[in-house]
């Protein structure tokens, strides 16, 4: 048998393995359960994929997701690998014959849906596969679903226990992204994998650049983000389903390949745009939340939020869903008050009980925090995930890295803004502050005799968009807390009074405006190492690759990753063997592509 190392190399094309998976493996395919705890992107498949190939018998991939079965079939019978799904959407003679390939021990790999799975006549056949020591593994993917707590939940995950007791000698590996120790806890009780030992890898993704900016005007900022991302795969969310629809419209017709998703649409249309995204290269796809869990494509290049998550969490695992492949993407939010404003709303007018609305806004604030801060997204970040940083980590790969903001003296405007909190009554938002603040007599303040008061125009010194980011700011540090039972009322918090005092000083991160810092952005080409000639054979490329794609009825990268054609077009390979040791590229596909890709490279 060879070994898993040799598998990584001729099956995968891949030299050495990342993080906690050689442990992993080599737990699995000496019999142990695990958990596996990975980012999105971290390379759980082959935790499980290769020891079901070392092991004799068939290796059995519990997956949620029927949609993505058949891409995940797919890219195995690419790399050679004898693979299946059983879901529903096989007729009953093709999931008979699938059955009795795996009774022919001519699978090395079946993936099947949880529901079908928990049926009578497969536990039949596992039973009889079991008999006879052909059962490999259990892998049990997407793992976090038997949390009640979560989104995902999936009721039959429940039942998945039944594997403990009917099948007590085939190793088990529950897989997740979702790090939070209670779901932990819950995929090892319910699951019933006491045993099993935990794996943990960092949860950073250090190829994905954060940057956090304030919105201004979100179509001409949006605009000039995709402008350098043009024919990239991306995912656009907004909080509502007439946003979606308005702004995959608008992106429409700006001449982008934009396709709207959310809850309210009809579902044959959500499953073609959905499939259009995964097939197309380049396809934006704007959404709703709705469209989440099991997003498999790996080329997902940019996710935008032109809306602010519900929190870190939320944040990070939408994010989390570009350059799965390791490839540089970008994680792109724009925020303002006013959606601070309405998070809270949505909160505090919400059903639930207290007691969760108080962790909401919890959460909210948290976030809020990691938009507003002047130092490292990404320490932040994994700060908030039990990963801690050193005080002066610096990423590189974020906006407050790459252009530190500035930080200023902001003691007397702050003191002003809580003023004009407190002398007009603590019953304004940050809009008509900022109207008193500047001296603008407009009807309305005439009309609450406003501008009578000694606050009236002292902050004529900063511009609309300064008091904009003032404001956020103080609510970020907690200094005053937005009311939402009406319209987004600031008030003063007892965290004020020390400020208003003048008894601690209060440092500001200037917005961008008045650093006049225009971040610099090297092009994405030269980012990627992709200069000159090698930009174009990239592109030749990648049209074979579509061809080919189309002809077989897979996605474009199910045949070769982006960084593979990539490394192709840097490293030009001259013969078989040369391109044998790019990364990515293993004996299937050598054997397959092999001459094609030579000659795409000899001709240009
Ligand atoms: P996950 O399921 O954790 O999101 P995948 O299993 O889809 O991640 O793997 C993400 C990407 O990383 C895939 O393109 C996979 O081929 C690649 N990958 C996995 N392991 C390695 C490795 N050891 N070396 C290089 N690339 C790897
Ligand atoms: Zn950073």
């Given at each position: 048998?060879?070994?898993?190392?040799?598998?990584l190399?001729?099956?995968?094309?891949y030299?050495?393995?990342?993080?906690p998976q050689?442990?992993?493996i080599?737990h699995?395919?000496?019999g142990?359960?695990a958990?596996?705890?990975?980012p999105?992107?971290?390379?759980k498949?082959?935790?499980?994929?290769?020891?079901?190939?070392?092991r004799?018998g068939?290796g059995?991939?519990?997956?949620p997701?029927?949609?993505?079965?058949?891409?995940q079939?797919?890219?195995?019978?690419?790399?050679?690998v004898?693979?299946a799904?059983?879901?529903s959407?096989?007729?009953?003679?093709?999931?008979g014959?699938?059955?009795?390939a795996?009774?022919?021990?001519?699978?090395?790999l079946l993936?099947?849906a949880?529901?079908?799975?928990l049926t009578?006549r497969?536990?039949?056949?596992?039973?009889?596969?079991?008999?006879r020591a052909?059962?490999?593994?259990?892998?049990i993917?997407?793992a976090?679903?038997?949390?009640?707590?979560g989104?995902?939940?999936r009721?039959?995950y429940?039942?998945l226990?039944v594997?403990?007791?009917?099948?007590p000698?085939?190793?088990r590996?529950?897989?997740t992204?979702?790090?939070?120790?209670?779901?932990?806890?819950e995929?090892?009780?319910?699951?019933?994998?006491?045993?099993?030992r935990?794996?943990?890898a960092?949860?950073?993704?250090?190829?994905i650049?954060?940057t956090?900016?304030?919105?201004?005007d979100?179509h001409r900022?949006?605009?000039?983000?995709?402008?350098?991302?043009?024919?990239e795969?991306g995912?656009v969310?907004c909080?509502?389903?007439?946003?979606?629809?308005?702004?995959?419209?608008w992106?429409a017709k700006?001449g982008?390949?934009?396709l709207?998703y959310?809850?309210?649409?009809d579902s044959?249309e959500r499953r073609a745009?959905?499939?259009?995204?995964?097939r197309?290269?380049g396809?934006?796809?704007v959404?709703?939340?709705?469209?989440?869990m099991?997003?498999?494509?790996p080329?997902v290049?940019f996710v935008?939020?032109l809306?602010?998550?519900k929190s870190i969490?939320s944040y990070y695992?939408?994010?989390g869903r570009?350059?799965?492949?390791?490839?540089?993407s970008d994680?792109?939010?724009?925020?303002?008050l006013?959606?601070?404003v309405q998070?809270?709303?949505?909160?505090?007018t919400g059903?639930a009980?207290?007691?969760?609305?108080?962790v909401s806004?919890?959460k909210?604030d948290?976030l809020?925090?990691l938009?507003?801060?002047?130092?490292?997204?990404r320490?932040?970040?994994?700060n908030?995930?039990?990963?801690?940083q050193p005080a002066?980590y610096r990423?590189?790969?974020?906006d407050?890295?790459?252009?530190?903001?500035e930080?200023?003296?902001?003691?007397?405007?702050?003191?002003?803004a809580?003023s004009?909190?407190y002398?007009?009554?603590q019953r304004?938002?940050?809009a008509?502050?900022?109207?008193?603040l500047?001296g603008?007599a407009n009807?309305?303040v005439?009309?609450?005799?406003?501008?009578g008061?000694s606050v009236?125009g002292?902050?004529?010194a900063l511009?609309?968009?300064?008091w904009r980011?003032?404001?956020?700011?103080l609510?970020?540090l907690g200094?005053?807390?937005?009311?939402t039972?009406?319209y987004?009322?600031?008030r003063?918090?007892?965290e004020?009074?020390?400020?208003?005092r003048?008894?601690?000083?209060?440092?500001?991160?200037?917005?961008?405006?008045?650093?006049?810092a225009k971040r610099e952005?090297?092009?994405?080409?030269e980012?990627?190492g992709?200069?000159?000639?090698?930009?174009?054979?990239?592109?030749r490329l990648?049209?074979?690759r579509?061809?080919?794609?189309?002809?077989d009825n897979?996605p474009?990268?199910?045949?070769?990753h982006?960084?593979?054609?990539?490394?192709i077009?840097v490293e030009?390979p001259?013969?078989i063997?040369?391109?044998g040791?790019?990364?990515g590229?293993?004996?299937?596909?050598?054997r397959?592509?092999g001459?094609?890709?030579l000659a795409l490279v000899?001709?240009d």
């Amino acid at each position: 048998m060879p070994s898993p190392h040799q598998i990584l190399q001729s099956v995968f094309g891949y030299s050495t393995f990342n993080g906690p998976q050689e442990a992993i493996i080599a737990h699995v395919v000496a019999g142990g359960d695990a958990i596996v705890l990975m980012p999105t992107g971290g390379g759980k498949s082959i935790c499980y994929q290769i020891p079901a190939l070392v092991r004799p018998g068939v290796g059995v991939v519990v997956s949620p997701l029927i949609a993505l079965m058949q891409d995940q079939v797919d890219a195995l019978k690419e790399l050679g690998v004898a693979a299946a799904f059983l879901n529903s959407s096989l007729t009953a003679a093709e999931a008979g014959q699938v059955e009795r390939a795996a009774l022919a021990g001519d699978l090395k790999l079946l993936y099947v849906a949880p529901e079908r799975l928990l049926t009578p006549r497969f536990l039949d056949l596992l039973d009889t596969l079991a008999a006879r020591a052909a059962l490999g593994l259990f892998a049990i993917d997407e793992a976090h679903c038997v949390s009640q707590w979560g989104h995902d939940f999936r009721v039959e995950y429940l039942q998945l226990s039944v594997l403990a007791e009917r099948f007590p000698d085939v190793p088990r590996v529950a897989l997740t992204a979702t790090a939070d120790t209670m779901t932990r806890q819950e995929i090892r009780d319910r699951l019933h994998l006491n045993g099993a030992r935990e794996f943990v890898a960092s949860f950073d993704r250090p190829n994905i650049r954060y940057t956090i900016a304030e919105r201004e005007d979100e179509h001409r900022q949006l605009r000039a983000f995709l402008a350098e991302r043009k024919n990239e795969a991306g995912i656009v969310y907004c909080l509502s389903r007439k946003k979606v629809d308005a702004t995959a419209a608008w992106l429409a017709k700006s001449g982008h390949r934009a396709l709207p998703y959310h809850a309210g649409m009809d579902s044959a249309e959500r499953r073609a745009n959905q499939l259009r995204f995964l097939r197309e290269d380049g396809v934006i796809m704007v959404a709703t939340i709705a469209f989440g869990m099991g997003i498999d494509k790996p080329d997902v290049r940019f996710v935008v939020h032109l809306d602010l998550p519900k929190s870190i969490e939320s944040y990070y695992q939408e994010t989390g869903r570009a350059g799965r492949d390791g490839e540089h993407s970008d994680a792109w939010m724009l925020y303002g008050l006013s959606d601070v404003v309405q998070q809270r709303r949505m909160i505090d007018t919400g059903e639930a009980e207290e007691q969760y609305k108080r962790v909401s806004r919890g959460k909210l604030d948290a976030l809020l925090g990691l938009c507003e801060t002047p130092t490292c997204r990404r320490a932040r970040l994994l700060n908030y995930f039990g990963e801690p940083q050193p005080a002066d980590y610096r990423c590189g790969n974020c906006d407050n890295c790459l252009s530190p903001p500035e930080t200023w003296d902001a003691s007397e405007p702050v003191r002003m803004a809580l003023s004009a909190i407190y002398r007009t009554g603590q019953r304004y938002g940050a809009a008509y502050l900022i109207e008193i603040l500047r001296g603008n007599a407009n009807a309305t303040v005439k009309e609450r005799g406003h501008e009578g008061l000694s606050v009236f125009g002292i902050g004529r010194a900063l511009s609309d968009v300064q008091w904009r980011s003032l404001f956020r700011q103080l609510v970020a540090l907690g200094w005053v807390e937005v009311d939402t039972e009406g319209y987004g009322t600031l008030r003063l918090t007892t965290e004020a009074r020390p400020v208003l005092r003048g008894e601690i000083p209060a440092f500001l991160r200037r917005t961008a405006e008045t650093t006049g810092a225009k971040r610099e952005r090297k092009p994405r080409a030269e980012l990627e190492g992709l200069a000159g000639g090698a930009l174009a054979l990239f592109e030749r490329l990648k049209a074979w690759r579509r061809e080919t794609a189309a002809t077989d009825n897979v996605p474009a990268y199910v045949i070769l990753h982006d960084r593979v054609l990539r490394e192709i077009a840097v490293e030009r390979p001259a013969s078989i063997a040369a391109l044998g040791r790019i990364a990515g590229i293993g004996e299937n596909k050598l054997r397959r592509f092999g001459e094609r890709l030579l000659a795409l490279v000899n001709n240009d």
